[in-house]
């Protein structure tokens, strides 16, 4: 079975971050939503508080197959700044694993200089940030083992697209079906 390790920063988006857990959690996928805060409960942008289910001390990150980052302000600074975080993402673009981030997310992965050369978005004004990307408006760029997408509204396609990578297009197609997404 895959495994997907969610990150929840301070100031989170909590939909970005939330359609992703239920979206993959439908399609028997598991993901675990994990705290950089050293608390499980997680203040998201807008008053929302979300409970992970881990805290990264205590994440077995080898059994993960990706690493996902939210959006949201000052979440993405957060993630940023979280110096064990950063460390498994270089880790999991070395090995090649799965990476993805939505919204402001990207630039997490563009400062760390991992998508040079990739076909990457993010939120509209932040571009600046995906250094040596090969910049799209796309709602969602797939590139080789990174996935990134635009913001809240496009949280489902992306979560979408994670499901896509781990279950096919079959599976991710009847999920759209079943939650009458585009229909």
Known sequence: MSKVLIFMAEGHEEIEALTVVDLLRRADIEIEMVSITGNKKVPGAHGITTYCDKLIENTDFESADM?????????????????????????????????????AAPTVFGKAGILKGKKATCYPGMEKDLLD???????????????????????????????????????????????????
């Open 133 to 183: 990307a090969d910049f799209s408006t796309d709602p969602v760029c797939h590139d080789g083992h990174i996935i990134t997408s635009r913001g809240m509204g496009t949280a489902i396609p992306f979560a979408l697209e994670i499901v896509k990578t781990f279950k096919g297009a079959d599976v991710a197609d009847k999920l759209a079906k079943g939650i009458v997404y585009k229909v």
């Open 67 to 103: 690493l996902v980052l939210p959006g949201g302000m000052p979440g993405t600074l957060n993630l940023e700044l979280c110096e064990p975080l950063m460390d498994q993402v270089h880790g999991f673009n070395t090995s090649k694993k799965g990476l993805a981030a939505i919204c």
